[in-house]
């Protein structure tokens, strides 16, 4: 098993190497060392734990073909998350298609309160992100937590800039109206029990 302290890098280089050789061993100990960041990746993208499984094979299977092509002098696990996050990317591209949804070019972004976020457990937070639309979901993912900004999604997507946008505000309200039922029940000390997905 790889370990996580300065020797631990040393270890998974090897295992890197070891996979560019399709070695087994070290295959299966970079699936288990990252297995956790990459699912937790999957599941903000899926609609349930078993599409997130599925990408996640995907995705380490693209790891393994493309192994080679990876910088040593480079950090691993971004790397590997970007693949991962591509490989979601695809899955949603493969299923779904983006429709009905308007054209922003400007709007005023919705400012969220941490108050909240702060009160609810990090699986709640997952369960409230994957009831939102697969389009609304991919994109709030990609600019609120990936990182990347509304030209880019939109390359990624095949979408417009603006429909990015328009994605991400009606992400954000969504977000909203959840968070304040479960703010409502908080404040009233009831115990937040979401039970959004019956697949997670």
Known sequence: ?????????????????????????????????????????????????????????????????????????????????????????????????????????????IIQENTVYDKLAYNDLLLLIQNLSPAYRTVFNLYAIDGYGHEEIGQMLNISAGTSKSNLFKARQKLQEMLKIAEQHLSNGEVVQLKLNTNI
């Open 1 to 109: 098993m790889l370990t996580t302290n300065r020797d631990g890098e040393t270890i998974i280089l090897q295992h890197i190497q070891g996979c560019t050789r399709n070695e087994r061993e070290s295959q299966q100990a970079l699936y288990k060392h990252f297995y956790g960041f990459a699912m937790a990746i999957c599941l903000r993208y899926a609609n349930n734990r078993s599409d997130a499984s599925g990408i996640l094979n995907d995705g380490f299977f693209k790891v393994f073909t493309n192994i080679a092509k990876y910088e040593e002098n480079k950090p691993f696990k971004p790397w590997l998350g970007r693949i991962i996050t591509n490989t979601a990317i695809d899955h949603y591209r493969a299923n779904l298609k983006f429709s009905d949804h308007l054209d922003i070019n400007d709007h005023e972004d």
